[in-house]
């Protein structure tokens, strides 16, 4: 919802222009695609570390495979947002501060559930 209000308020900005809420959109969707990756990442490895202790079974040190794949992966994923995020500002000439702001969407929806939880008197 969030990132709806901001795409309209780019549109708005920008005299109906598409680049700002392009950039808002996906700004966004980079930050949601960077989320599940990580969230996949801990949790395979909270998964192996349960499982077997991250640990290489044979010799009880990590396994120099394991390793440079984890880096691999890590490298890869992070090459892929670089790529996206360049598609988005290059070709497609979107603005790189609604991008940003995109990208800061997930930071305002933390804040304001923060401000929810406090004013409802939550415990935090």
Do not use: C, N
């Not at 919802?1 to 109906?16: F, V």
């Not at 969230?39 to 395979?44: L, P």
């Amino acid at each position: 919802m969030i990132a709806a209000i901001a795409a309209t308020a780019a549109l708005i900005r920008d005299g109906g222009r598409p680049e700002g809420a392009l950039g808002v959109l996906a700004g966004t969707g980079l930050m949601a695609f960077s989320y599940r990756v990580i969230r996949q990442s801990v949790d395979a490895r909270a998964t192996r570390a349960l499982i077997d202790g991250g640990q290489d079974r044979q010799s009880g040190r990590p396994g120099l495979a394991r390793t440079a794949w984890t880096l691999t992966k890590y490298v890869t994923r992070y090459g892929v947002v670089a790529v996206a995020a360049w598609v988005v500002l290059v070709p497609l000439h979107a603005s790189p501060v609604w991008l940003f702001a995109g990208v800061s969407v997930p930071v305002a929806a933390i804040g304001i559930e923060a401000l929810l939880t406090r004013r409802a008197g939550r415990p935090t």
